[in-house]
């Protein structure tokens, strides 16, 4: 696991988007379609990145439902990045 806190101003570290590549493990979101349907958050594997990085194919880690999505690059997190909520409540690394 990447070490997201800073050495020298000990902020948090923002996480970059446009790093993931395949095989790392991310969080995305299962886009059902449904308007006023709640978010599903899934846990899955990158297999493949789009031109310019604006979709990824992600393989869900369901036990029995091992499908392929297509998810768009703002719908995409890294599985131990710290939650966007941790930015808030602590400081941001400006240092690096």
Same mark, same amino acid.
């Given at each position: 696991?990447?070490?997201?806190?800073?050495?020298?101003?000990?902020?948090?570290?923002?996480?970059?988007?446009?790093?993931?590549? #395949?095989?790392?493990?991310? @969080?995305?979101?299962?886009?059902?379609?449904?308007?006023?349907?709640? *978010?599903? @958050? #899934?846990?899955?594997? *990158?297999?493949?990145?789009?031109? =310019?990085?604006? @979709?990824?194919?992600?393989?869900? =880690?369901?036990? %029995?439902?091992?499908?392929? %999505?297509?998810?768009?690059?703002?719908?995409?997190?890294?599985?131990? /990045?710290? /939650?966007?909520? *941790? %930015?808030?409540?602590?400081?941001?690394?400006?240092?690096?």
């Amino acid at each position: 696991m990447k070490n997201w806190k800073c050495n020298t101003c000990d902020g948090y570290i923002r996480v970059d988007l446009s790093k993931i590549i #395949e095989g790392d493990r991310v @969080f995305f979101v299962k886009n059902n379609n449904i308007p006023g349907d709640d *978010v599903i @958050f #899934e846990k899955g594997t *990158v297999v493949g990145v789009g031109k =310019e990085s604006n @979709f990824y194919n992600v393989v869900s =880690e369901k036990k %029995y439902s091992k499908k392929v %999505y297509k998810v768009d690059s703002k719908l995409i997190y890294p599985l131990h /990045a710290p /939650a966007p909520i *941790v %930015y808030n409540m602590f400081w941001v690394c400006e240092c690096c």
